[in-house]
Protein backbone atom coordinates (compact mmCIF):
# COMPACT_ATOMS: atom_id res chain seq x y z
CA UNK A 1 0.00 0.00 0.00
CA UNK A 2 2.82 2.42 0.41
CA UNK A 3 3.17 2.80 -3.27
CA UNK A 4 -0.63 4.14 -3.05
CA UNK A 5 -0.07 6.77 -0.81
CA UNK A 6 3.22 8.27 -2.58
CA UNK A 7 1.10 8.03 -6.08
CA UNK A 8 0.33 11.65 -7.03
CA UNK A 9 -3.09 11.32 -9.11
CA UNK A 10 -2.63 13.88 -11.98
CA UNK A 11 0.71 16.41 -13.07
CA UNK A 12 2.73 18.57 -11.04
CA UNK A 13 0.77 21.52 -10.09
CA UNK A 14 1.99 25.32 -11.33
CA UNK A 15 2.93 26.35 -8.60
CA UNK A 16 3.29 24.21 -5.29
CA UNK A 17 3.03 25.54 -1.74
CA UNK A 18 3.26 24.48 1.41
CA UNK A 19 0.23 22.82 2.96
CA UNK A 20 1.02 23.36 6.50
CA UNK A 21 1.50 27.43 5.92
CA UNK A 22 -1.27 27.75 3.62
CA UNK A 23 -3.57 26.04 6.15
CA UNK A 24 -2.65 27.88 8.77
CA UNK A 25 -3.53 31.11 6.50
CA UNK A 26 -6.48 29.57 5.66
CA UNK A 27 -7.54 29.09 9.37
CA UNK A 28 -6.66 32.55 10.53
CA UNK A 29 -8.76 33.46 7.50
CA UNK A 30 -11.32 31.78 8.08
CA UNK A 31 -11.06 32.86 12.06
CA UNK A 32 -11.37 36.58 10.47
CA UNK A 33 -14.00 35.79 7.81
CA UNK A 34 -16.28 34.42 10.90
CA UNK A 35 -16.04 37.60 12.75
CA UNK A 36 -16.83 39.48 9.09
CA UNK A 37 -19.89 37.53 8.80
CA UNK A 38 -21.32 38.63 12.11
CA UNK A 39 -20.22 42.16 12.00
CA UNK A 40 -21.39 42.75 8.65
CA UNK A 41 -24.86 43.50 8.12
CA UNK A 42 -27.59 46.04 7.53
CA UNK A 43 -29.40 46.16 11.37
CA UNK A 44 -26.62 48.61 12.57
CA UNK A 45 -24.73 46.90 15.01
CA UNK A 46 -21.07 47.81 15.67
CA UNK A 47 -18.14 46.51 15.38
CA UNK A 48 -17.54 47.31 19.06
CA UNK A 49 -20.92 45.79 20.03
CA UNK A 50 -20.82 42.67 17.86
CA UNK A 51 -17.01 41.92 19.38
CA UNK A 52 -18.44 42.43 22.99
CA UNK A 53 -21.71 40.32 22.38
CA UNK A 54 -19.08 37.90 20.92
CA UNK A 55 -17.02 38.32 23.70
CA UNK A 56 -19.95 37.35 26.32
CA UNK A 57 -21.35 34.85 24.38
CA UNK A 58 -18.41 32.62 24.52
CA UNK A 59 -17.47 33.55 28.06
CA UNK A 60 -20.78 33.52 29.80
CA UNK A 61 -20.19 37.41 30.26
CA UNK A 62 -23.09 39.49 30.90
CA UNK A 63 -24.95 42.11 28.74
CA UNK A 64 -27.54 44.79 29.66
CA UNK A 65 -31.01 44.89 29.42
CA UNK A 66 -31.21 47.46 26.27
CA UNK A 67 -28.37 44.96 24.51
CA UNK A 68 -30.52 41.91 24.58
CA UNK A 69 -32.25 42.88 20.88
CA UNK A 70 -28.41 43.94 19.67
CA UNK A 71 -27.19 40.78 21.22
CA UNK A 72 -29.60 38.11 19.57
CA UNK A 73 -29.29 40.05 16.09
CA UNK A 74 -25.28 38.97 16.76
CA UNK A 75 -26.06 35.42 18.60
CA UNK A 76 -28.89 34.06 17.56
CA UNK A 77 -28.52 35.42 13.84
CA UNK A 78 -25.93 36.63 12.49
CA UNK A 79 -23.31 33.80 14.19
CA UNK A 80 -25.11 30.65 13.58
CA UNK A 81 -25.27 31.51 9.68
CA UNK A 82 -21.91 32.75 9.20
CA UNK A 83 -20.97 29.24 11.12
CA UNK A 84 -23.16 27.16 8.85
CA UNK A 85 -21.91 28.72 6.03
CA UNK A 86 -18.73 27.81 6.79
CA UNK A 87 -19.72 24.32 7.33
CA UNK A 88 -21.74 24.15 4.07
CA UNK A 89 -18.59 25.21 1.64
CA UNK A 90 -16.10 22.75 3.93
CA UNK A 91 -18.62 19.94 2.99
CA UNK A 92 -19.39 21.48 -0.88
CA UNK A 93 -16.00 21.49 -1.39
CA UNK A 94 -14.36 18.08 0.11
CA UNK A 95 -17.25 16.33 -1.39
CA UNK A 96 -16.11 17.75 -4.88
CA UNK A 97 -12.82 16.95 -4.41
CA UNK A 98 -13.99 13.09 -3.95
CA UNK A 99 -16.67 12.81 -6.47
CA UNK A 100 -13.88 13.95 -9.09
CA UNK A 101 -11.84 11.44 -8.47
CA UNK A 102 -14.71 9.12 -7.91
CA UNK A 103 -16.37 10.03 -11.39
CA UNK A 104 -12.96 10.49 -13.13
CA UNK A 105 -14.65 14.02 -14.47
CA UNK A 106 -13.30 17.28 -14.02
CA UNK A 107 -16.72 18.41 -14.01
CA UNK A 108 -17.98 16.48 -11.44
CA UNK A 109 -19.77 18.52 -8.30
CA UNK A 110 -21.98 17.06 -5.30
CA UNK A 111 -25.06 17.38 -7.16
CA UNK A 112 -24.03 15.34 -10.13
CA UNK A 113 -24.88 12.85 -8.28
CA UNK A 114 -28.56 13.87 -8.20
CA UNK A 115 -28.81 14.07 -4.70
CA UNK A 116 -29.93 17.64 -4.68
CA UNK A 117 -32.41 17.45 -7.10
CA UNK A 118 -33.91 14.47 -4.63
CA UNK A 119 -33.73 16.69 -1.47
CA UNK A 120 -35.42 19.57 -3.82
CA UNK A 121 -38.41 17.38 -4.40
CA UNK A 122 -38.53 17.23 -0.54
CA UNK A 123 -38.22 20.35 0.54
CA UNK A 124 -40.71 22.05 -1.95
CA UNK A 125 -43.08 19.56 -1.05
CA UNK A 126 -42.86 21.31 2.43
CA UNK A 127 -43.10 24.75 0.79
CA UNK A 128 -45.40 24.46 -1.19
CA UNK A 129 -47.81 21.66 -0.40
CA UNK A 130 -47.87 21.83 3.32
CA UNK A 131 -46.35 17.99 4.02
CA UNK A 132 -44.74 17.40 7.24
CA UNK A 133 -46.77 20.23 8.93
CA UNK A 134 -46.77 18.40 12.27
CA UNK A 135 -42.74 18.74 12.30
CA UNK A 136 -42.94 22.30 12.81
CA UNK A 137 -39.72 24.06 12.21
CA UNK A 138 -37.64 21.16 11.27
CA UNK A 139 -40.26 20.64 8.53
CA UNK A 140 -37.93 21.46 5.85
CA UNK A 141 -34.50 20.46 6.99
CA UNK A 142 -36.22 17.07 7.76
CA UNK A 143 -37.95 16.26 4.27
CA UNK A 144 -34.94 17.49 2.47
CA UNK A 145 -32.67 15.25 3.90
CA UNK A 146 -35.36 12.12 3.75
CA UNK A 147 -35.81 12.74 0.33
CA UNK A 148 -31.89 13.33 -0.14
CA UNK A 149 -30.95 9.90 0.95
CA UNK A 150 -34.06 8.21 -1.26
CA UNK A 151 -32.64 9.81 -4.35
CA UNK A 152 -29.38 8.31 -3.11
CA UNK A 153 -30.61 4.59 -2.93
CA UNK A 154 -32.63 5.28 -6.69
CA UNK A 155 -29.23 6.23 -7.75
CA UNK A 156 -27.20 3.70 -6.32
CA UNK A 157 -29.81 0.65 -7.24
CA UNK A 158 -29.35 2.40 -11.03
CA UNK A 159 -26.06 2.43 -11.33
CA UNK A 160 -25.18 -0.59 -10.07
CA UNK A 161 -24.16 -3.76 -11.55
CA UNK A 162 -22.76 -7.66 -10.98
CA UNK A 163 -19.05 -5.62 -10.66
CA UNK A 164 -19.84 -2.74 -8.36
CA UNK A 165 -20.22 0.83 -9.33
CA UNK A 166 -18.25 2.31 -12.72
CA UNK A 167 -17.65 6.26 -13.29
CA UNK A 168 -20.12 6.02 -16.16
CA UNK A 169 -23.07 4.52 -14.78
CA UNK A 170 -22.81 6.63 -11.79
CA UNK A 171 -23.21 10.17 -14.19
CA UNK A 172 -25.49 8.78 -16.57
CA UNK A 173 -27.79 7.18 -13.53
CA UNK A 174 -27.53 10.76 -11.21
CA UNK A 175 -28.02 12.97 -14.30
CA UNK A 176 -31.14 11.07 -15.51
CA UNK A 177 -32.77 10.89 -12.02
CA UNK A 178 -31.91 14.46 -11.76
CA UNK A 179 -33.61 15.49 -14.67
CA UNK A 180 -36.63 13.63 -13.29
CA UNK A 181 -36.30 15.30 -9.92
CA UNK A 182 -35.81 18.93 -11.46
CA UNK A 183 -39.28 18.26 -13.82
CA UNK A 184 -41.50 17.29 -10.00
CA UNK A 185 -40.03 19.89 -8.24
CA UNK A 186 -40.84 22.56 -11.47
CA UNK A 187 -44.34 21.19 -11.75
CA UNK A 188 -45.00 21.61 -7.90
CA UNK A 189 -43.42 25.29 -8.73
CA UNK A 190 -45.57 25.98 -11.39
CA UNK A 191 -49.16 24.22 -9.66
CA UNK A 192 -48.70 26.43 -6.47
CA UNK A 193 -51.15 28.42 -5.44
CA UNK A 194 -49.21 31.56 -3.47
CA UNK A 195 -46.76 33.09 -5.19
CA UNK A 196 -44.87 33.84 -1.97
CA UNK A 197 -44.32 29.85 -1.41
CA UNK A 198 -43.32 30.01 -4.88
CA UNK A 199 -40.80 32.64 -4.31
CA UNK A 200 -39.70 30.64 -1.22
CA UNK A 201 -39.02 27.70 -2.82
CA UNK A 202 -37.09 29.20 -5.83
CA UNK A 203 -35.16 31.05 -2.82
CA UNK A 204 -34.56 27.41 -1.64
CA UNK A 205 -33.26 26.14 -4.85
CA UNK A 206 -30.85 28.69 -5.74
CA UNK A 207 -29.24 28.29 -2.22
CA UNK A 208 -29.62 30.09 1.06
CA UNK A 209 -28.87 30.48 4.55
CA UNK A 210 -31.15 33.13 5.65
CA UNK A 211 -33.30 30.19 8.18
CA UNK A 212 -29.67 29.48 9.46
CA UNK A 213 -30.26 28.69 13.76
CA UNK A 214 -28.26 26.96 16.30
CA UNK A 215 -30.09 23.92 15.74
CA UNK A 216 -29.56 23.38 12.57
CA UNK A 217 -25.79 23.44 12.92
CA UNK A 218 -24.93 20.20 14.51
CA UNK A 219 -25.97 18.26 12.39
CA UNK A 220 -24.63 19.28 9.31
CA UNK A 221 -21.34 19.78 10.91
CA UNK A 222 -21.32 16.42 12.61
CA UNK A 223 -21.94 14.67 9.11
CA UNK A 224 -19.54 17.20 7.19
CA UNK A 225 -16.38 16.31 10.11
CA UNK A 226 -17.22 12.52 9.71
CA UNK A 227 -16.99 12.59 5.71
CA UNK A 228 -13.88 14.91 5.88
CA UNK A 229 -12.34 12.44 8.14
CA UNK A 230 -12.83 9.66 6.13
CA UNK A 231 -11.72 11.22 3.12
CA UNK A 232 -8.51 12.14 4.54
CA UNK A 233 -8.12 8.50 5.55
CA UNK A 234 -8.94 7.39 2.42
CA UNK A 235 -6.35 9.99 0.44
CA UNK A 236 -3.96 7.84 -0.66
CA UNK A 237 -6.73 5.53 -2.48
CA UNK A 238 -8.87 8.51 -4.16
CA UNK A 239 -4.83 8.77 -5.47
CA UNK A 240 -5.03 5.04 -6.87
CA UNK A 241 -8.56 5.58 -8.20
CA UNK A 242 -8.51 8.82 -10.32
CA UNK A 243 -5.48 6.98 -12.08
CA UNK A 244 -7.87 4.75 -13.41
CA UNK A 245 -9.28 1.43 -11.98
CA UNK A 246 -6.61 -0.81 -13.87
CA UNK A 247 -4.07 1.00 -12.10
CA UNK A 248 -6.07 1.26 -8.82
CA UNK A 249 -6.23 -2.61 -8.48
CA UNK A 250 -2.22 -3.23 -9.69
CA UNK A 251 -1.82 -0.79 -6.66
CA UNK A 252 -4.17 -3.19 -4.39
CA UNK A 253 -6.95 -1.13 -4.57
CA UNK A 254 -10.83 -2.49 -5.06
CA UNK A 255 -12.05 0.00 -7.58
CA UNK A 256 -15.58 -1.09 -7.26
CA UNK A 257 -15.56 -1.42 -3.53
CA UNK A 258 -13.89 2.01 -3.05
CA UNK A 259 -16.49 3.86 -5.51
CA UNK A 260 -19.42 2.22 -3.52
CA UNK A 261 -18.04 3.70 -0.36
CA UNK A 262 -17.25 6.77 -1.04
CA UNK A 263 -20.87 7.27 -3.25
CA UNK A 264 -22.57 6.50 0.60
CA UNK A 265 -20.40 8.96 2.58
CA UNK A 266 -20.57 11.82 -0.40
CA UNK A 267 -23.96 11.29 -0.98
CA UNK A 268 -24.94 11.10 3.04
CA UNK A 269 -22.75 14.80 3.26
CA UNK A 270 -24.02 16.69 0.44
CA UNK A 271 -27.62 15.39 1.53
CA UNK A 272 -27.20 16.91 5.12
CA UNK A 273 -25.58 20.46 3.82
CA UNK A 274 -28.41 20.47 0.83
CA UNK A 275 -30.99 20.10 4.06
CA UNK A 276 -29.65 23.31 5.64
CA UNK A 277 -29.28 25.57 2.59
CA UNK A 278 -30.57 24.43 -0.39
CA UNK A 279 -28.65 23.73 -3.71
CA UNK A 280 -25.28 25.79 -3.61
CA UNK A 281 -23.66 25.72 -7.08
CA UNK A 282 -20.09 25.71 -7.82
CA UNK A 283 -18.42 25.78 -4.69
CA UNK A 284 -17.60 21.68 -4.57
CA UNK A 285 -17.10 22.43 -9.12
CA UNK A 286 -14.80 25.37 -8.80
CA UNK A 287 -12.54 25.19 -5.24
CA UNK A 288 -10.94 21.53 -5.61
CA UNK A 289 -9.66 22.61 -9.54
CA UNK A 290 -8.02 25.93 -7.60
CA UNK A 291 -6.30 24.35 -4.87
CA UNK A 292 -4.92 21.47 -7.06
CA UNK A 293 -3.29 24.24 -8.77
CA UNK A 294 -1.56 25.64 -6.07
CA UNK A 295 -1.21 22.62 -4.33
CA UNK A 296 -0.38 19.66 -6.74
CA UNK A 297 -3.11 16.77 -7.14
CA UNK A 298 -2.58 14.65 -4.04
CA UNK A 299 -5.30 14.40 -2.72
CA UNK A 300 -3.76 14.05 0.61
CA UNK A 301 -2.63 17.83 0.37
CA UNK A 302 -5.77 18.73 -1.67
CA UNK A 303 -8.60 17.28 1.23
CA UNK A 304 -6.14 19.49 3.65
CA UNK A 305 -7.16 22.85 1.97
CA UNK A 306 -10.23 22.20 -0.33
CA UNK A 307 -12.31 22.66 3.44
CA UNK A 308 -11.11 25.11 4.43
CA UNK A 309 -10.71 27.47 1.63
CA UNK A 310 -14.88 26.34 0.55
CA UNK A 311 -15.43 27.29 4.12
CA UNK A 312 -14.10 30.55 3.30
CA UNK A 313 -15.29 30.94 -0.08
CA UNK A 314 -19.15 30.62 0.89
CA UNK A 315 -18.53 32.07 4.10
CA UNK A 316 -18.08 35.75 1.96
CA UNK A 317 -20.82 34.67 -0.62
CA UNK A 318 -23.42 35.02 1.98
CA UNK A 319 -21.79 38.17 3.56
CA UNK A 320 -22.14 39.54 -0.42
CA UNK A 321 -25.90 38.28 -0.45
CA UNK A 322 -27.19 39.75 2.39
CA UNK A 323 -25.60 43.14 1.48
CA UNK A 324 -25.43 43.75 -2.30
CA UNK A 325 -29.08 44.60 -2.00
CA UNK A 326 -29.66 45.48 1.71
CA UNK A 327 -32.29 45.17 3.09
CA UNK A 328 -33.54 42.41 0.45
CA UNK A 329 -31.41 39.38 -0.01
CA UNK A 330 -30.27 37.36 -2.93
CA UNK A 331 -29.67 33.55 -3.09
CA UNK A 332 -26.07 32.64 -2.28
CA UNK A 333 -25.97 30.52 -5.00
CA UNK A 334 -26.18 33.44 -7.16
CA UNK A 335 -23.21 34.93 -5.95
CA UNK A 336 -21.33 31.55 -6.07
CA UNK A 337 -22.40 31.69 -9.43
CA UNK A 338 -21.37 34.88 -10.33
CA UNK A 339 -17.86 34.26 -8.88
CA UNK A 340 -17.37 30.89 -10.16
CA UNK A 341 -18.19 31.27 -13.78
CA UNK A 342 -15.32 33.42 -14.39
CA UNK A 343 -13.06 31.76 -12.13
CA UNK A 344 -13.75 28.89 -14.06
CA UNK A 345 -13.38 29.93 -17.42
CA UNK A 346 -9.77 31.52 -16.05
CA UNK A 347 -8.93 27.98 -14.31
CA UNK A 348 -9.24 26.53 -18.65
CA UNK A 349 -7.58 28.97 -19.95
CA UNK A 350 -4.56 29.10 -17.51
CA UNK A 351 -1.95 27.21 -18.78
CA UNK A 352 0.12 23.79 -17.33
CA UNK A 353 -3.21 22.70 -15.50
CA UNK A 354 -4.58 19.11 -16.30
CA UNK A 355 -7.21 16.87 -14.52
CA UNK A 356 -7.16 13.34 -14.73
CA UNK A 357 -4.05 14.17 -17.64
CA UNK A 358 -6.09 15.40 -19.93
CA UNK A 359 -6.02 19.11 -20.79
Request: charged share 10%.
Amino acid sequence: MSAITTAAAGPPALRRLPVPASAAVLVLFLLVSLVCGVGLGASGVTWGETLHFLGAGLTGGTIRGDEAGAYAIVWEIRLPRAVLAAVVGAGLASVGVAVQAMVRNALADPFVLGVSSGAAVGANAVLLLGAFAALGVWALSVSAFVSALAAMVLVYLAARTAYGLTPLRLVLAGTALSYGFSALTTLMVFRAERGEAARAAMMWLLGSLGGATWGSVPLAAVTVLAGILYLGARAGRLNALAMGDETAAALGVRPGRLRTELFVVTAAVTAAVVAVSGAIGFVGLMVPHVVRMLVGADHRRVLVLAPLAGAVLLVWADIVSRLLLAPAEIPVGVVTAVLGVPCFLLLMRRGGYAFGGGR
